[in-house]
């Protein structure tokens, strides 16, 4: 985990005003499962934008990009000016760590990582060691580099499951960008991305459409389209084949969870990444049993008694949607 969470502001004419939840409006998901949070922000002398943030995990890559779309005024009597721009500051903090981990700055991380930043007008990147970097950029704006640490920052639901709930985060600066009415920028936060990718995420999230959080709310999109576009957020390359991650951010590749998952994606009609997993799981068959857990080559751990059956159940579907037994004579 390195990119951990990101507070943003909204200046005007000297006033600041945090984006949270207490002025967060609505919520939408979209049909490519793109979530939508549109914010009623004051500003000052009776008047208010509304900003609209959209965000999606850009599939096949480490990356996500976060989309803030300042909504023309429209008439609306008490909305700011179209015209009179708002400076919008976005300030990441960071961390370094394995997902059951937490940070702590007295350890090493306060006096280390700020040595591994490096900064560009518009980017700032964050390498801690030769496996893992971390790119984070804005589409227009400036970073300030002004580093500064958040000790024991609470986490509440770490907490419910009897984990460490306190990390620190570090932050080496912030985004600032000005926002008129009808218009965006985009911060995309990327690890380990190869050096031209941001020119392929370029106009990856344009603001949402005309009407998609009106009317409370709601939004056009059929949940079970949703659900199915969900379903690859999911699954993950295992060398040749796949495997699905059971939950984010505590869980990686665990067997009856997986095959559970498969039945899903053979009734969404996604067979051939259906019979991916259900390969890699099956490689690792030993006397009838199958993994627990997986740890890249390490299956060792198979305590679980219903894997196997689940494992018969996935064959029995995917045989019966393909019309064919040929993946059972598979090796």
């Known amino acids: ?46 008047e208010n934008v509304s900003i609209t943030l959209s965000l999606k995990m850009t599939a096949g890559e480490n990356a996500v990009p976060l989309t ?3 909504q023309s005024a429209g008439g609306i009597t008490d909305r700011l000016d179209d015209a009179k721009a708002i400076q919008l500051i976005l300030r990441p903090d960071i961390e370094s760590r394995n997902f059951h981990d937490t940070t702590k700055a007295y350890t090493g991380p306060e006096s280390q990582w700020p040595q591994n930043v490096s900064c560009k007008k518009r980017e700032f990147k964050f390498m801690p060691d030769s496996n893992h970097h971390l790119r984070v950029k804005i589409s227009g704006g400036d970073f300030v580099p002004e580093p500064e640490w958040q000790y024991m920052v609470y986490r509440e639901i ?27 920028v985009t911060l995309s936060a990327e ?22 959080l009106d009317s409370g709310g709601n939004t056009t999109s059929k949940p079970l389209k949703i659900i199915t576009h969900a379903l690859d957020d999911f699954v993950v390359d295992r060398g040749e084949l796949k495997s699905v991650i059971a939950g984010y951010p505590w869980f990686l590749d665990w ?35 199958l993994p627990n857990m997986i740890r890249g080559n390490d299956a060792a751990n198979r305590d679980t008694s219903d894997a196997p059956l689940w494992f018969i159940l996935a064959c029995d579907d995917l045989t019966r949607a393909d019309n064919s037994t040929d993946l059972l004579d598979v090796d």
């Open 1 to 46: 985990i390195m990119f951990a969470r990101c507070r943003a502001w909204i200046v005007y004419q000297g006033y600041s005003q945090e984006i949270n939840t207490n002025s967060l409006e609505t919520f939408a998901l979209d049909d490519s499962c793109r979530g939508h949070w549109r914010y009623h922000i004051p500003t000052g002398q009776g």
């Open 68 to 70: 803030f779309y300042r």
């Open 158 to 184: 770490d907490a419910q499951r009897g984990l460490d709930p306190h990390s620190d985060l570090f932050s080496p600066g912030y985004f600032s960008a000005f926002l008129k009415g009808d218009q965006q």
């Open 191 to 212: 690890i380990n991305g190869s050096p031209d990718a941001g020119a392929k995420k370029k106009n990856a999230l344009s603001h949402p459409t005309p009407g998609l």
């Open 255 to 289: 067997g009856r969870d997986a095959l559970i998952f498969v039945r899903g994606m053979i009734a969404a009609r996604k067979t051939s990444e259906a019979l991916a997993i259900l390969k890699q799981f099956g490689r690792f068959e030993e006397q009838g049993t």
